[in-house]
């Protein structure tokens, strides 16, 4: 059995999002699945989902400034 590791689900959730970003678009049923799992995130760190997602989002900035 995997155990959950917060970290790289954190970094593969930011790095998801920056590609939908970058693409201009979002795939309703991913975006479904993307939130879900953010949800899951936020549970084992016992973050809100909010505070998850702001983290997330200023993940993404740095990843598409560094893409720049």
């Not at 959950?4 to 678009?25: I, N, Q, S």
């Not at 809100?48 to 893409?67: C, G, M, P, Q, R």
């Amino acid at each position: 059995m995997k155990t959950y590791d917060a970290g790289d689900e954190r970094e593969t959730l930011a790095r998801e999002l920056a590609d939908w970003k970058a693409a201009g678009f979002t795939d309703s049923g991913r975006a479904w699945r993307w939130h879900r799992r953010v949800r899951r995130l936020a549970k084992a760190c016992g973050m809100t989902v909010e505070a998850v997602t702001a983290d997330l989002n200023a993940d993404v900035e740095s990843i598409l400034t560094e893409a720049v």
